[in-house]
């Protein structure tokens, strides 16, 4: 079935400390994910894509990391700022309906940066 | 940067009263998507347009329509509304369907009493 979900629901960080946000998805055929942060009261909001042929994608402060062999999505950012306390969310890019796309989103965490 | 505009940003109902939430994409954004978000849950996908048809159909009550116009806005029609449709209702738009990020908006929040 489709399905993207979150291995861990809370997470608690301290401020400095590196955080890893992990995601397993489901569809073997995807070839495009992306990283939402979502702050309350907020839509979600773009962080990073990474591709298929990629395992790997760097941004500002953080990085995406693709294994494909056992489906499975990680976000990480570098010296957790209380700013990135928030709900994330991995996307994953699938077929639709008649040759169509749609983005299926994962159960969200939650990150809690402690000062 | 201009981006994805939804109206209202809330709105109270009563059970089985009609809604109409509005969305405005980016400029030259041919996509739009509308997702259902109920409190700590994930975004669940409603239906999706491109170039003014619809592209593909989510979890989307048939007591739910939308429809793209020809200046891309999106209007997501809600008749009948029961207690529990009262969530976030997001719109999203991307260039193209495969492989472009989803913006989206900040959402409307309806409450159904």
């Known amino acids: 079935g489709e399905s993207v979900g979150l291995h861990l629901p809370t997470l608690s960080v301290q401020e400095g400390d590196n955080s890893i946000i992990n995601c397993a998805y489901s569809?073997?055929?995807?070839?495009?994910f992306i990283w939402y942060k979502q702050e309350s009261g907020k839509g979600p909001q773009f962080i990073i894509d990474i591709r298929s042929n990629m395992d790997k994608r760097q941004g500002q402060r953080v990085t995406v990391l693709l294994n494909k062999t056992v489906k499975h999505l990680s976000l990480q950012i570098a010296a957790t700022q209380p700013g990135d306390s928030a709900v994330y969310f991995c996307a994953e890019n699938i077929d639709g309906t008649s040759g169509t796309y749609k983005y299926i989103f994962g159960t969200g965490t939650r990150l809690k940066v402690l000062a | 940067a201009a981006g994805v505009i939804q109206s209202p940003r809330h709105l109270i109902k009563e059970k089985r009263e009609t809604a109409t939430l509005k969305c405005y994409p980016i400029p030259r954004h041919d996509t739009v998507y509308w997702y259902q978000q109920g409190p700590g849950q994930d975004p669940q996908f409603l239906i999706s347009f491109y170039e003014k048809m619809q592209s593909d159909k989510g979890s989307i009550p048939d007591r739910f329509s939308a429809q793209q116009f020809s200046d891309y806005h999106s209007e997501l029609n809600m008749s009948s509304l029961e207690l529990g449709d009262s969530a976030l209702y997001f719109c999203?738009?991307?260039?193209?369907?495969?492989?472009?990020?989803?913006?989206f908006g900040n959402g409307t929040r309806l409450t159904v009493t």
């Open positions: 569809n073997s055929a995807s070839d495009y």
């Open positions: 999203a738009s991307s260039q193209g369907q495969f492989n472009s990020p989803l913006h």
